[in-house]
Protein backbone atom coordinates (compact mmCIF):
# COMPACT_ATOMS: atom_id res chain seq x y z
CA UNK A 1 0.00 0.00 0.00
CA UNK A 2 0.87 3.81 -1.16
CA UNK A 3 1.86 5.52 1.88
CA UNK A 4 2.11 9.14 2.14
CA UNK A 5 3.00 10.63 5.70
CA UNK A 6 2.17 14.44 7.17
CA UNK A 7 4.70 15.32 10.10
CA UNK A 8 1.65 16.57 11.84
CA UNK A 9 -1.67 15.99 12.40
CA UNK A 10 -2.86 19.59 14.22
CA UNK A 11 -0.29 22.56 14.48
CA UNK A 12 -0.68 25.45 16.10
CA UNK A 13 1.28 28.65 15.43
CA UNK A 14 1.56 32.64 15.33
CA UNK A 15 1.02 34.95 13.11
CA UNK A 16 4.39 36.13 11.44
CA UNK A 17 6.45 32.85 12.15
CA UNK A 18 7.80 30.29 9.28
CA UNK A 19 5.88 27.26 9.02
CA UNK A 20 6.97 24.06 7.97
CA UNK A 21 5.06 21.01 6.35
CA UNK A 22 6.34 18.21 5.56
CA UNK A 23 4.97 15.31 3.65
CA UNK A 24 6.98 12.29 3.00
CA UNK A 25 6.00 9.35 0.30
CA UNK A 26 7.31 5.84 0.17
CA UNK A 27 6.19 4.95 -3.47
CA UNK A 28 9.21 6.12 -5.41
CA UNK A 29 6.43 8.57 -6.78
CA UNK A 30 7.56 11.47 -9.04
CA UNK A 31 4.43 13.54 -8.65
CA UNK A 32 3.80 15.11 -5.02
CA UNK A 33 1.17 18.04 -4.32
CA UNK A 34 -0.12 20.30 -1.81
CA UNK A 35 -3.65 21.39 -1.50
CA UNK A 36 -5.55 23.51 1.45
CA UNK A 37 -8.96 22.63 1.63
CA UNK A 38 -11.84 24.93 3.23
CA UNK A 39 -15.36 24.37 3.75
CA UNK A 40 -17.34 25.17 0.78
CA UNK A 41 -14.27 25.90 -1.23
CA UNK A 42 -12.89 22.42 -1.87
CA UNK A 43 -9.22 20.70 -2.43
CA UNK A 44 -7.23 24.17 -4.17
CA UNK A 45 -3.70 23.30 -5.40
CA UNK A 46 -1.11 25.40 -3.61
CA UNK A 47 2.07 23.82 -5.11
CA UNK A 48 3.15 20.18 -6.81
CA UNK A 49 5.86 18.92 -8.12
CA UNK A 50 6.86 16.64 -10.77
CA UNK A 51 11.26 15.70 -9.56
CA UNK A 52 13.19 16.67 -7.43
CA UNK A 53 14.25 20.44 -7.31
CA UNK A 54 11.58 21.21 -9.84
CA UNK A 55 8.07 22.73 -9.02
CA UNK A 56 5.41 24.14 -10.45
CA UNK A 57 2.89 26.68 -9.10
CA UNK A 58 -1.25 26.01 -8.42
CA UNK A 59 -4.06 27.86 -8.09
CA UNK A 60 -3.04 29.64 -4.62
CA UNK A 61 0.46 29.98 -4.46
CA UNK A 62 1.08 33.48 -2.78
CA UNK A 63 1.97 33.15 0.72
CA UNK A 64 3.53 29.74 0.07
CA UNK A 65 6.67 28.39 -1.30
CA UNK A 66 7.79 24.74 -1.58
CA UNK A 67 11.11 22.55 -1.29
CA UNK A 68 11.53 19.50 -3.27
CA UNK A 69 15.14 18.33 -2.24
CA UNK A 70 14.53 14.39 -2.37
CA UNK A 71 12.45 12.60 -4.28
CA UNK A 72 10.42 11.35 -1.45
CA UNK A 73 10.07 14.65 0.44
CA UNK A 74 8.19 17.04 -0.74
CA UNK A 75 7.65 20.38 2.11
CA UNK A 76 5.17 23.08 1.87
CA UNK A 77 6.20 26.54 3.70
CA UNK A 78 4.62 29.70 5.07
CA UNK A 79 7.01 32.30 4.67
CA UNK A 80 4.94 34.18 7.02
CA UNK A 81 2.36 33.01 8.67
CA UNK A 82 -1.21 34.69 8.41
CA UNK A 83 -4.45 33.86 10.25
CA UNK A 84 -6.02 33.38 6.85
CA UNK A 85 -4.06 30.66 6.13
CA UNK A 86 -5.54 28.46 8.81
CA UNK A 87 -6.69 25.54 7.00
CA UNK A 88 -6.80 21.81 6.25
CA UNK A 89 -3.62 21.34 4.55
CA UNK A 90 -3.30 17.33 2.36
CA UNK A 91 -0.42 16.41 0.67
CA UNK A 92 -0.87 13.88 -2.14
CA UNK A 93 1.47 11.74 -4.43
CA UNK A 94 1.37 9.82 -7.73
CA UNK A 95 3.41 7.72 -10.00
CA UNK A 96 3.60 8.26 -14.03
CA UNK A 97 0.50 7.44 -15.97
CA UNK A 98 -3.31 6.77 -15.09
CA UNK A 99 -2.61 5.87 -11.69
CA UNK A 100 -4.61 8.13 -8.97
CA UNK A 101 -3.39 10.37 -6.27
CA UNK A 102 -3.04 9.19 -2.70
CA UNK A 103 -3.50 11.46 0.22
CA UNK A 104 -1.73 11.65 3.41
CA UNK A 105 -3.43 12.38 6.47
CA UNK A 106 -4.00 15.90 6.75
CA UNK A 107 -2.48 18.71 8.83
CA UNK A 108 -5.10 20.90 10.48
CA UNK A 109 -3.10 24.22 10.96
CA UNK A 110 -4.39 26.82 12.90
CA UNK A 111 -2.39 30.35 12.92
CA UNK A 112 -3.67 32.51 15.76
CA UNK B 1 -11.02 26.84 -18.36
CA UNK B 2 -11.91 23.85 -15.52
CA UNK B 3 -15.04 23.41 -14.27
CA UNK B 4 -16.18 20.55 -11.97
CA UNK B 5 -19.92 20.48 -10.55
CA UNK B 6 -21.33 17.86 -7.92
CA UNK B 7 -24.49 18.54 -5.52
CA UNK B 8 -23.59 19.90 -2.48
CA UNK B 9 -25.40 17.74 -0.24
CA UNK B 10 -27.34 14.41 -0.89
CA UNK B 11 -29.54 12.40 1.77
CA UNK B 12 -30.46 8.86 1.99
CA UNK B 13 -32.08 5.81 3.66
CA UNK B 14 -29.80 3.18 5.20
CA UNK B 15 -30.15 -0.13 2.72
CA UNK B 16 -31.34 2.13 -0.30
CA UNK B 17 -29.78 3.22 -3.61
CA UNK B 18 -28.05 6.48 -4.33
CA UNK B 19 -26.44 8.18 -7.25
CA UNK B 20 -24.14 11.17 -7.11
CA UNK B 21 -23.69 13.16 -10.73
CA UNK B 22 -20.72 15.18 -11.72
CA UNK B 23 -20.34 17.17 -14.66
CA UNK B 24 -17.15 18.28 -15.90
CA UNK B 25 -15.96 21.19 -18.43
CA UNK B 26 -12.34 20.81 -18.58
CA UNK B 27 -9.43 21.61 -21.46
CA UNK B 28 -8.40 18.02 -21.53
CA UNK B 29 -9.90 14.72 -20.67
CA UNK B 30 -7.82 11.60 -19.18
CA UNK B 31 -9.23 10.16 -16.55
CA UNK B 32 -12.62 10.67 -13.97
CA UNK B 33 -11.44 9.80 -10.37
CA UNK B 34 -13.94 9.23 -7.52
CA UNK B 35 -12.92 9.73 -3.93
CA UNK B 36 -14.36 9.19 -0.85
CA UNK B 37 -13.84 11.62 2.41
CA UNK B 38 -14.65 11.48 6.06
CA UNK B 39 -14.81 13.96 8.16
CA UNK B 40 -11.73 15.12 9.75
CA UNK B 41 -10.13 12.65 7.31
CA UNK B 42 -7.85 12.37 3.86
CA UNK B 43 -9.56 11.73 0.33
CA UNK B 44 -9.36 7.83 0.11
CA UNK B 45 -9.38 6.57 -3.94
CA UNK B 46 -12.83 4.80 -4.87
CA UNK B 47 -12.81 4.90 -8.52
CA UNK B 48 -11.26 5.24 -12.11
CA UNK B 49 -12.76 5.62 -15.21
CA UNK B 50 -11.07 6.73 -18.74
CA UNK B 51 -13.32 4.63 -20.78
CA UNK B 52 -16.92 5.25 -21.30
CA UNK B 53 -19.53 2.92 -19.78
CA UNK B 54 -20.00 1.39 -16.16
CA UNK B 55 -16.67 0.29 -13.13
CA UNK B 56 -17.73 -2.00 -10.56
CA UNK B 57 -16.81 -2.49 -7.23
CA UNK B 58 -18.51 -4.33 -4.55
CA UNK B 59 -21.18 -2.07 -3.27
CA UNK B 60 -19.84 1.25 -5.70
CA UNK B 61 -20.13 1.61 -8.99
CA UNK B 62 -19.22 4.63 -11.19
CA UNK B 63 -20.18 5.67 -15.15
CA UNK B 64 -18.71 7.92 -17.43
CA UNK B 65 -19.90 9.31 -20.80
CA UNK B 66 -17.21 11.35 -22.32
CA UNK B 67 -18.58 12.88 -25.18
CA UNK B 68 -21.62 14.67 -21.98
CA UNK B 69 -18.84 15.21 -20.02
CA UNK B 70 -21.16 13.16 -16.91
CA UNK B 71 -20.27 10.72 -14.54
CA UNK B 72 -22.03 9.17 -11.24
CA UNK B 73 -20.75 7.18 -8.78
CA UNK B 74 -23.59 5.10 -7.31
CA UNK B 75 -24.03 3.67 -3.97
CA UNK B 76 -25.85 0.48 -3.75
CA UNK B 77 -26.90 -1.01 0.04
CA UNK B 78 -26.35 2.16 1.92
CA UNK B 79 -24.51 1.77 5.60
CA UNK B 80 -24.32 4.51 7.96
CA UNK B 81 -20.92 4.36 7.21
CA UNK B 82 -20.74 5.77 3.71
CA UNK B 83 -22.02 9.49 5.58
CA UNK B 84 -18.95 10.93 3.64
CA UNK B 85 -18.60 13.55 0.92
CA UNK B 86 -17.77 12.47 -1.95
CA UNK B 87 -14.85 14.29 -4.48
CA UNK B 88 -14.96 13.88 -8.08
CA UNK B 89 -11.89 14.62 -9.95
CA UNK B 90 -10.44 15.10 -13.82
CA UNK B 91 -7.03 14.45 -14.77
CA UNK B 92 -6.14 16.77 -18.28
CA UNK B 93 -3.67 14.59 -19.69
CA UNK B 94 -2.18 10.93 -18.99
CA UNK B 95 1.29 11.78 -17.91
CA UNK B 96 0.64 11.76 -14.20
CA UNK B 97 2.41 14.80 -13.29
CA UNK B 98 -0.94 16.94 -14.07
CA UNK B 99 -2.48 17.57 -11.09
CA UNK B 100 -6.18 16.60 -10.47
CA UNK B 101 -8.85 19.06 -10.76
CA UNK B 102 -11.25 18.69 -8.31
CA UNK B 103 -15.01 19.27 -7.68
CA UNK B 104 -16.26 20.84 -4.24
CA UNK B 105 -17.15 17.38 -3.30
CA UNK B 106 -20.91 16.10 -2.37
CA UNK B 107 -21.50 15.30 1.52
CA UNK B 108 -23.79 12.51 1.57
CA UNK B 109 -26.09 11.51 4.66
CA UNK B 110 -27.22 7.89 5.49
CA UNK B 111 -30.24 8.51 8.13
CA UNK B 112 -31.97 5.22 9.85
Known amino acids: DVKVTQSSRYLVKRTGEKVFLECVQDMDHENMFWYRQDPGLGLRLIYF???????EKGDIPEGYSVSREKKERFSLILESASTNQTSMYLCASTGAGGQPQHFGDGTRLSIL | GQNIDQPTEMTATEGAIVQINCTYQTSGFNGLFWYQQHAGEAPTFLSY????GLEEKGRFSSFLSRSKGYSYLLLKELQMKDSASYLC?????????????FGKGTRLSVIA
Open chain 2, 49 to 52: NVLD
Open chain 2, 89 to 101: AVRGDFSGNTPLV
Open chain 1, 49 to 55: SYDVKMK
